[in-house]
C-alpha cells in the first residue's frame, strides 16, 4: 500500500515580524506535518520569488494539492522535481518560492515519517552523508542595520563559541556572554539599551560603530570566562550600505571605496579575533569579492548570503572566481529541500565549507536545525538566544543531541 498524500493545505501564520507567512499541512496515514516559510529582511536581489502569504497560500490550495493529493507521498527528490515543473520559472515567479518550500518542508517530514527515521536521520541519507554532526552556533548577539532601524550600519556582531566539546557546552557559554553582555549594557547605558533586534540581539543605540560593539563583546566574554575560547563574527550585509552610483560604500560618516573597505576588514581582523565575515561587499559587487577573498580567504571565512542567494548557479560562478569560500545556507532563497541539498553538496565539492542560517523574519518551524545536523556542515546561524523563534532551533538542537548521546559529534 504506498503512503498516500490525504490532505494538503496551506494557511497564513504569523512570523516574528508579525508579518504574515504560509504555512502546509500535509496529511498522511502516519500523521500530519507541517512546514512553514521564513522572511528576509535585508535579501538578496536574486533569491526565489516570495509572493504575499495570501496569494502563496492560494497558490498551494489550488495550483499544487491538485497534484498532490490522493496520490502516493512521492520521495523527496521527486516531490521536489514535481513542484519546480508545476512553477517553470527560474525564480519560483509563478508559485512562489515560500509556497513551494512550505510543501517541500513538509513533505521532507512525511518522508522522513513513512520511513521510521528522524528528520536529522532522513536529511542525512539524502544528502548522501554519513556523518551527523551538532553545528557551531554563530549567535548575533548584538544587531545593527536593517534588522535595528539603522541606516549605513554592519549588521551583525556574532559570538562563536567554537572550543567546546559539545554543542550544549557552546550554546551554555554563549548564552553566558549573552547575560554578562547585557549586565555591562545595563550598567553603562541603562534599561533602554538592553532591548533587542529582529534576531533578539542587542540594539544599544550609543554603541555605533562595529569597534565599538566588538569591543563590547570582548568586554562580555572576558566577564563570562571564555577568552579564547570564544571568537567573533560579522555580517556585514554591504549591499544595504553601498551606493551603486557613487560605487562607493558608507558606514556611518565614513566613506570606503572597495579596497578601502577590504583595508578596513584586513585591520579590524587584526584588532579582533574575528573568524569569518559574511557579505562584506555588495551582491553585484564581484570584484571586491575576489579582493577580499584573495587578501583574508586563508585566514578567515568569507561567506557569501546575499552573493549566491544558495542557488547552485552562483555559487558555480563564485568558485570560479574565487570571490569566497563558505556558503550561507537559506532554503527559502532557493525553494525547496533538494535544491538546498545540492547547494550545499556544490559547496563542498568546491572545498567551501557551509553554514546552516535562519532569516530575520522567522517562525517556530525547526527544520533548519536538523537540516544542519543531516547535513552535516557543522556550523549554523540561529540568532540570539532569547526569542522563541530562534530559541525553537536551539532547543531542537539540544533535543537532537540528547537523541544521539554519545554519537553526537560536534563542530568541523
Ligand atoms: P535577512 O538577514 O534574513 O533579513 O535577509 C539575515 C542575513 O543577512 O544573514
Ligand atoms: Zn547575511
Not at 97 to 105: D, K, P, R, T, W
Not at 184 to 196: D, R
Not at 224 to 245: E, H, L, N, P, R
Request: include cysteine; charged fraction near 25%; aromatic fraction near 8%.
Amino acid at each position: 500500500m504506498p503512503n498516500r498524500i490525504r490532505t494538503l493545505k496551506a494557511r497564513r501564520i504569523l512570523n516574528s515580524r508579525g508579518d504574515y507567512t504560509i504555512e502546509t499541512t500535509i496529511q498522511t496515514a502516519n500523521g500530519f506535518f507541517a512546514g512553514s516559510a521564513p522572511k528576509g529582511g535585508s535579501k538578496g536581489n536574486l533569491e526565489a520569488k516570495e509572493l504575499p502569504a495570501i496569494t502563496a497560500v492560494r497558490k498551494v490550495n489550488l495550483r499544487i494539492a491538485p497534484h498532490l493529493v490522493k496520490r502516493a507521498l512521492p520521495h523527496q527528490s521527486k516531490l521536489d522535481a514535481r513542484l519546480l515543473e508545476l512553477d517553470g520559472t527560474r525564480y519560483k515567479s509563478r508559485l512562489g518560492g515560500n509556497s513551494l518550500l512550505s510543501v517541500s518542508i513538509a513533505g521532507c517530514k512525511a518522508n522522513a515519517a513513512a520511513k521510521n527515521k528522524k528528520l536529522y536521520q532522513y536529511i542525512a541519507q539524502l544528502a548522501d552523508n554519513k556523518k551527523l554532526v551538532l553545528p557551531v552556533p554563530f549567535l548575533n548577539i548584538l544587531n545593527g542595520g536593517k534588522h535595528a532601524g539603522m541606516k549605513n550600519d554592519i549588521q551583525e556582531a556574532m559570538i562563536v563559541p567554537k572550543k567546546f566539546k559539545s554543542f550544549s557546552a557552546a550554546l551554555g557559554a554563549g548564552t553566558a556572554v549573552f547575560h554578562a553582555l547585557r549586565k555591562i549594557l545595563h550598567q553603562k547605558w541603562g534599561a533602554s539599551a538592553t532591548l533587542v533586534g529582529n534576531e533578539g540581539g542587542f540594539v544599544p543605540q550609543k554603541a555605533k560603530t562595529i569597534e565599538q560593539r566588538l569591543e563590547l563583546l570582548e568586554n562580555a566574554v572576558e566577564q563570562a570566562g571564555f577568552k579564547k575560547k570564544v571568537f567573533f563574527a560579522i555580517d556585514s550585509a554591504a549591499t544595504q550600505f553601498y551606493s551603486a552610483k557613487k560605487k562607493q560604500y558608507v558606514l556611518g560618516k565614513k566613506k570606503f571605496s572597495k579596497v578601502k573597505l577590504v583595508e578596513y576588514y584586513a585591520r579590524l581582523a587584526k584588532s579582533f579575533p574575528l573568524v569569518s565575515i559574511e557579505d562584506g561587499l555588495a551582491e553585484n559587487d564581484w570584484n571586491g569579492w575576489e579582493a577580499l577573498t584573495q587578501k583574508m580567504g586563508k585566514k578567515l571565512q568569507i561567506v557569501g548570503d546575499d552573493l549566491l542567494v544558495s542557488n547552485p548557479a552562483y555559487i558555480r560562478m563564485a568558485a570560479q572566481k574565487k570571490a569566497c569560500n563558505y556558503l550561507l545556507l537559506k532554503p527559502n532563497q532557493i525553494g525547496t529541500v533538494s535544491e538546498s541539498i545540492e547547494a550545499s553538496q556544490l559547496a563542498l565539492k568546491s572545498k567551501w565549507m557551509v553554514m546552516v542560517s535562519h532569516r530575520s523574519g522567522e517562525t517556530n518551524d525547526s527544520f533548519i536545525a536538523d537540516l544542519a545536523v543531516g547535513l552535516g556542515v557543522g556550523q549554523c546561524k540561529f540568532g540570539a538566544p532569547d526569542r522563541g523563534e530562534r530559541i525553537a532551533k536551539y532547543n531542537r538542537l539540544l533535543q537532537i543531541e540528547s537523541e544521539l548521546g554519545k554519537k553526537a559529534r560536534f563542530g568541523i
